[in-house]
Every structure is written in C-alpha cells, then in structure tokens.
C-alpha cells in the first residue's frame, strides 16, 4: 500500500530536549516536506527536499533541521524545542515539486 | 509568490443542502490548484485539483470545483452534503516548490 508514516503519533516532551520525528514513503518520491498546523493558520511549510542531499527552507524554518540521506526518509529534527513549537506535523511527498501531495497521519508534539 | 485566502473559516450546513467553500488566490503567473479534506485525527487527502484544460473539475465525493481565472478563484461545491462531509478543508497553490495553503474551513453537515 503506498503510503507516508510517520512516527511517533504523540510526543510529550520538554524545553531543550532534542528530539527526531521519523517519515518515511514507499512511492520513490522525490519531492517531500514538512508542515505544521495550528489554529487559524492553516498548514505552514517548514522545510523541503527536492532531492536527496537537497534541502531548502519553506515558511517558517526555524528552531528545526531536516536531512534527506535516502529517498525514502525525511526526518525531522528539534535540537532544542521550545513551547512555541507545539504544534500538529505532517510530512508529505510527491512525485513532482508542484503536484498533489500525500499525507502522512500527523504527529502531535507538546513541548512543556 | 502566491498565497491563499479562504473566505469563511467555518460552514454549518444542513444533510441534504448544497455546499460551496469559497478560496481566492493571488499569484502573476499560471499555477496549480488543489482542494484537499481533512477528516478528524487524520492527515489530508486530495479532493480534486486542476492543473489545466476544463475549469470544471470533479473530485471525489461527489465534490466540484471550478476554476476562474479572471476572478481568481476556486470554489469548491456539492449539490446535496451528507452527514459524512463533516470535516476541515483546505485550499492550496502551488507553482515549482512553493505551496501555499489557506486557513481551512470547517463545514460542518447538521443532521
């Protein structure tokens, strides 16, 4: 089934704990991204990847790194989260830059 | 770069009523449309999109939008909405890497 996880679903952490939210798709995409979602605002890109080895900012990059060693993987990374970076995340893929995207499920973060 | 305007950030409707969720975009050169549905505790799934040819496009769902490129819109329509349309939606343009999403707009089908 061709698809886009991401793991984990829920994270529960703390101010400046360094912590990695995995995605991974099985359709040899070459384009992925991240978003987050909050109230109001919609979905805000955060960092893309056209390529492997190839990454670009999106909207709101700050405060998270992204890596694209293999096709397959996008992991998102928060060396030092902040409060203001709770929030809903969706890692998407797709086969071209400007077509339909594919979603993965989302992963809650809370940073207290 | 382009940017998305959602026109109403919720929609109370009706079963059985029609159903139209307006989203006006702003961009200078040609671009992609898309209407995604996001149903709750889930991710987004494509609705329908246009790309080119016929303004009017069809979805899934029994969902349609069309396309007016002199008004800059894309409004999404159902003729009669069911219990099950309950959801949030999304607008979205895109042109190269830049995609841009509206707000969302939350119908909600009342029985």
């Known amino acids: 089934e061709a698809q886009v996880t991401q793991n984990p679903r829920y994270l529960i952490t703390v101010t400046g704990k360094k912590l990695t939210v995995t995605c991974s798709q099985n359709m040899n995409h070459e384009y992925m991204s991240w978003y987050r979602q909050d109230p109001g605002l919609g979905l805000r890109q955060i960092y893309y990847?056209?390529?492997?080895?190839?990454?670009d900012k999106g909207d709101v990059p700050e405060g998270y790194k992204v890596s694209r060693k293999e096709k397959r993987n996008f992991p998102l990374i928060l060396e030092s989260p902040s409060p203001n970076q709770t929030s809903l995340y969706f890692c998407?893929?797709?086969?071209?830059?400007?077509?339909?995207?594919?979603f993965g499920p989302g992963t809650r973060l809370t940073v207290t | 770069a382009q940017s998305v305007t959602q026109l109403d950030s919720q929609v109370p409707v009706f079963e059985e009523a029609p159903v139209e969720l307006r989203c006006n975009y702003s961009?200078?050169?040609?671009?992609?449309l898309f209407w995604y549905v996001q149903y709750p505790n889930q991710g987004l799934q494509l609705l329908l999109k246009?790309?080119?040819?016929?303004?009017l496009v069809k979805g899934i769902n029994g969902f349609e939008a069309e396309f007016n490129k002199s008004q800059t819109s894309f409004h999404l329509r159902k003729p009669s909405a069911h219990i099950s349309d309950t959801a949030e939606y999304f607008c979205a343009v895109s042109r190269g890497s830049d995609m841009r999403f509206g707000a969302g707009t939350r119908l909600t089908v009342k029985p």
């Open positions: 998407a893929s797709s086969l071209r830059t400007d077509y339909e995207q594919y």
């Open positions: 246009y790309l080119s040819g016929s303004t």
């Open positions: 961009s200078s050169v040609s671009v992609y």
């Open positions: 990847s056209m390529n492997v080895e190839v990454t």
